[in-house]
């Protein structure tokens, strides 16, 4: 599965069991939690293939607030 946390970013992750946590195979670093579409993509192409296995990206020195984080999600939005 592909997730998204605001403290730490992307991430890609196996479920084992419906009761167990998720077990993280690849985390997306960098100091940017919001990266472009292209990068997520190549994130998950990389760690699909096994040349992504960064499994503890560092949290970004400077913690972003949600409405920061929102406002840099707007973009990606489709009106409805």
Do not use: C, N, Q
């Not at 100091?31 to 292209?38: A, G, H, I, K, R």
């Not at 990389?46 to 040349?51: N, S």
């Amino acid at each position: 599965m592909l997730a998204w946390s605001e403290r730490r970013g992307w991430s890609l992750a196996v479920e084992t069991e419906p009761t167990e946590d998720p077990v993280v195979i690849a985390r997306h670093g960098g100091d940017d939690l919001v990266p472009s579409p292209d990068a997520v993509a190549r994130f998950v192409a990389d760690a699909a293939a096994g040349r992504h296995t960064s499994k503890e990206g560092p949290v970004p020195a400077t913690v972003a607030t949600r409405k920061s984080l929102a406002e840099r999600l707007r973009p990606y939005l489709h009106p409805r």
